[in-house]
Structure formats: C-alpha cells, structure tokens
C-alpha cells in the first residue's frame, strides 16, 4: 500500500510551491514595495480576501509591513490613490499587474524608479550598489 506516500506529498508540495510562490513575487519587483518602493516584507491582496480577492498572482502584489497593515481591508487601488507617495506610473504598474500583465507592471514600476533594476540574481547585491551611489 502506498497511501502514506500520497498523503506524505499532498502534505508537503502545496507549502512548498506556496513558499516558492511568494518569492518569485518579491523577485519581480526586486524585493520592493508595489506601492512606495521601500523593501518588500510582505504579500498584499490587491483585493482584499474579505472582498473575494483570490490568492493569485494577479491579486497578490510584494508590498512593505507600512503599506500593506495600513491599506488592512481597502480596496488597494483606492487606498493608494490618497498616499503621499502616489505615482500614476504605479498605479499602472499594479492596475497592469491585476490584469496579469506583469511584464507591462516592471516596465510601468521601472519608469516610475530609474534606479529599480530586475534582475533574478544577485538581488540584494544591486540594491546597496545603488544606495551607495
Ligand atoms: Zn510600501
């Protein structure tokens, strides 16, 4: 019998490509906040869970422990529209990320922070490069 493996997987693989999942969201942006570009430390639900929002790709946007607690249960798009730090440029970065165009969403998050390079490695490396210049 073989249904201690099968449990033993069903177990495991949903935590682990939960893991993965969540960092290849951080990766996309470089570990930086959708909202106001500070370190990413979280994943925000664009559309609240309360509100149906879905744990997708397209509803799950990196955002900072500040943003992401003080939006709590707003519809992100609004919330974000009344920050100091608004950018129209990010608001089309997350409204292109919501659609699932999230090559459209860097492009949109890169114009709005000439500095925001995306690259896969080397990641914390780039970001003191910068801050130092
Ligand atoms: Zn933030």
């Known amino acids: 019998m073989h249904t201690n493996d099968a449990v033993f997987l069903e ?13 290849s969201i951080h990766r996309f942006t470089g570990q930086s906040c959708i909202y106001c570009g500070k370190p990413s430390e979280s994943i925000d639900h664009v559309l609240p869970r309360s509100q149906g929002g879905l744990s997708t790709t397209e509803n799950c946007v990196p955002a900072c422990l500040s943003c992401n607690g003080d939006k709590s249960d707003e519809n992100a798009l609004y919330w974000y529209r009344r920050q100091k730090f608004y950018d129209p440029r990010r608001a089309m970065a997350i409204r292109a990320w919501l659609e699932g165009d999230l090559r459209l969403a860097l492009r949109l998050l890169q114009w709005a922070n000439p500095n925001f390079k995306v690259k896969n490695k080397n990641l914390e490396i780039d970001e003191q490069r910068y801050k130092a210049a």
């Open 11 to 23: 177990d495991l693989c949903p935590k682990f490509r939960l893991r993965q999942w969540r960092k």
